[in-house]
């Protein structure tokens, strides 16, 4: 969701460049796809389908993002940092939303998918470092956030990630993890006041 770097979780985290987790508040702004269009990497996207577990008796899969689908992304983004980056301020909210609607259609995730291949969560890793992990509210507390990071970890067992030190639950969960701190900026990627704290999953 580390200061110069980019942010990224519910156990959201933090976003949107130079590494601050990604946050925000509501507001009514026109959809990504009335937006300029952004270019599309098609070619970074492999097929990887993962069967992990069950949601509300539904079989739950793990697999690339797939062009188009972006816009999901940002609801499952913009729903999570409603319900826990509270700490935003409305304007911050509207500027993050708005680089957020930029960047999710253009880069490869990882989704979490119901049986009716629905994503209900996402992760975003770059170079090894979990840019972002946001999972919808309706489905938080299923173990959904937890299988994501998992895989994650299969893919790089010692990520990096960053998380707003206002997201006290978001901290906790990526202790529980087995990440350890490894330092604390006093302002998120922009500049913001949202001070961030750096972690590593120690293998």
Known sequence: MSQGRRPTHGHQQSITGGRQPILSRHRTIKSCSQ???????ASLIAGTDLHYGTH?????????SRPGEGERAVEIWRRAVDATHHFLSQEDRQAIDKMVCDLLPAVPLWFAA???????????????????????????????????????????????TDVNEQNAQA????????????GRSSLD????PYPIIHLKHIG
């Open 35 to 41: 937006q300029k269009s952004r270019p599309k990497v």
């Open 56 to 64: 509300n008796q539904q079989m739950i899969s793990i697999r690339n």
């Open 114 to 160: 119901d049986a009716n291949d629905y994503p209900l969560a996402f992760m975003f890793i770059d170079n090894g470092h979990m840019e972002a992990l946001f999972v919808d509210p309706a489905c938080r507390g299923t173990g959904i956030g937890a299988a994501l990071v998992r895989h994650g970890l299969s893919l790089h067992p010692q990520m990096t």
């Open 171 to 182: 901290l906790g969960f990526y202790e529980k993890m087995g990440f350890q701190r490894t």
């Open 189 to 192: 990627g922009q500049g913001r």
